[in-house]
């Protein structure tokens, strides 16, 4: 089970450089219900999404290279690329996105939770400026069909 918030984030008072990163490459098979290949540096992965927003299932199963390259292949819509930055707060990890044309200057940040009531409870920094959790068009499925949502 994936228990996620999703937000806005301005990132202008942060270095960047100052957390560790991932670049991501990922592309949807399905989007009803999701079926998700992903690049992260060189680890691939097969994802299955449930339906829900901020609560859902998620199952991920590794790929080798060779099976990646083939699969994203036959991704329809846009093939996605961020770079995720890992930045410590509190016990969390914020999991920051810089999405790549022809999504940026999106930036989003995901938190993950323990429970649905820890989510709920939860209050991020100053510089997350709007939740999207229950908006559709910022969930990653969505943005690859083609429609870039507003970045603030």
């Not at 008072?13 to 992903?38: F, M, S, T």
């Not at 990646?68 to 999991?95: A, F, N, W």
């Not at 200057?105 to 999207?132: C, N, Q, R, Y």
């Amino acid at each position: 089970m994936e228990i996620e918030r999703k937000f806005l984030a301005d990132i202008s008072g942060l270095n960047l450089e100052d957390y560790p990163h991932a670049d991501l490459e990922q592309g949807y098979l399905c989007v009803r219900p999701v079926v998700r290949v992903r690049k992260s540096d060189d680890n691939y992965y097969l994802t299955y999404k449930g339906s829900g927003m901020m609560a859902r299932d998620e199952d991920n199963l590794p790929l080798t290279r060779e099976s990646y390259e083939q699969l994203i292949k036959k991704c329809d819509g846009v093939i996605i690329k961020k770079r995720r930055h890992m930045i410590p707060y509190g016990k969390y990890t914020i999991e920051l996105d810089v999405f790549e044309s022809p999504l940026s200057p999106l930036i989003m940040a995901e938190v993950e939770f323990e429970s649905v009531e820890e989510a709920h409870s939860f209050t991020g920094p100053d510089w997350f400026i709007k939740e999207v959790t229950e908006d559709k068009r910022y969930h990653n499925s969505n943005m690859s069909a083609g429609e870039i949502p507003p970045s603030a």
